[in-house]
T-cell receptor, first 109, second 116 residues
Framework: GQNIDQPTEMTATEGAIVQINCTYQ??????LFWYQQHAGEAPTFLSY??LDGLEEKGRFSSFLSRSKGYSYLLLKELQMKDSASYLC??????????WGAGTKLIIKP | GAVVSQHPSWVICKSGTSVKIECRSL??????MFWYRQFPKQSLMLMAT?????????EQGVEKDKFLINHASLTLSTLTVTSAHPEDSSFYIC????????????FGPGTRLTVT
C-alpha cells in the first residue's frame, strides 16, 4: 500500500531551526513535493526533489533519500508566519500525489 | 508557476440544492485537472481526475452522479455538487497540470462549501 508518515505536530521558537521528517512508501516514485498549507487555504508549493540530496531555497531546504524512503524539510530563521501545516507528498508511478495528514508547525515567540 | 482561480471562494447553500464550483487556469494549459476535498484537520482527498475533453475518472467511494465534473477546455473545469447535504460541507480544491510536465501541479485557492 501507499503510506506517508510525518509527525502530527511540532513546536519551535521564532528565529530557530526546525526539521520536519517524512517517510513514505509508494507504488513507484517520481519525486517528492513539500507543500505549505495555512489554515483555511490551499497548499502552496515549497519544493520538489527527484534526486537524492539536499535542495536549498532561501530559508527552506529539502532533502531526499530514495533508498530509505525518507525526506525532510528544514526551515531556518523561523518567522511567526511559518506557522502552518507542512505536507510531504510523493508522486507515485501514475504521477498521482499521495497525501498524508501533514505536520502542524506552531511557532512561539 | 501557473495562476489558478476558483469561484466562488465560499458558498452557503440549503440542503437539497446544487452548487457549481469553477476552476480556471489563467495562464497555463491545464490538460489535466484534479479535484480534491479536505475535511478539517484531515489530508487532501482526491475526488477525481479529468483530462480535457474526456470524462472524469472518479476515485473509489466518490459518487460520480453526485459530483459532476466537466473539463470542457484547457482553462476551465467545473465541479457541481448535486442535491447537497450537510455532510458535503468541506473545502474543495482544484489543481492543474499540463501535458509533459507531470511534476508540476498548481493549486487553486479552494472553495469553502457549507450546506445548511
Amino acid at each position: 500500500g501507499q503510506n506517508i508518515d510525518q509527525p502530527t505536530e511540532m513546536t519551535a521558537t521564532e528565529g530557530a531551526i526546525v526539521q520536519i521528517n517524512c517517510t513514505y512508501q509508494t507504488s513507484g516514485f517520481n519525486g517528492l513535493f513539500w507543500y505549505q498549507q495555512h489554515a483555511g487555504e490551499a497548499p502552496t508549493f515549497l519544493s520538489y526533489n527527484v534526486l537524492d540530496g539536499l535542495e536549498e531555497k532561501g530559508r527552506f531546504s529539502s532533502f531526499l533519500s530514495r533508498s530509505k524512503g525518507y525526506s525532510y524539510l528544514l526551515l531556518k530563521e523561523l518567522q511567526m508566519k511559518d506557522s502552518a501545516s507542512y505536507l510531504c507528498a510523493p508522486l507515485d508511478s501514475n504521477y498521482q500525489l499521495i497525501w498524508g495528514a501533514g505536520t502542524k508547525l506552531i511557532i512561539k515567540p | 508557476g501557473a495562476v489558478v482561480s476558483q469561484h466562488p471562494s465560499w458558498v452557503i447553500c440549503k440542503s437539497g440544492t446544487s452548487v457549481k464550483i469553477e476552476c480556471r487556469s489563467l495562464d497555463f494549459q491545464a490538460t489535466t485537472m484534479f479535484w480534491y476535498r479536505q475535511f478539517p484537520k484531515q489530508s487532501l482527498m482526491l475526488m477525481a481526475t479529468s483530462n480535457e475533453g474526456s470524462k472524469a475518472t472518479y476515485e473509489q467511494g466518490v459518487e460520480k452522479d453526485k459530483f459532476l465534473i466537466n473539463h470542457a477546455s484547457l482553462t476551465l473545469s467545473t465541479l457541481t455538487v448535486t442535491s447537497a447535504h450537510p455532510e458535503d460541507s468541506s473545502f474543495y480544491i482544484c489543481s492543474v497540470r499540463t501535458s509533459g510536465r507531470a511534476y508540476e501541479q498548481y493549486f487553486g485557492p479552494g472553495t469553502r462549501l457549507t450546506v445548511t
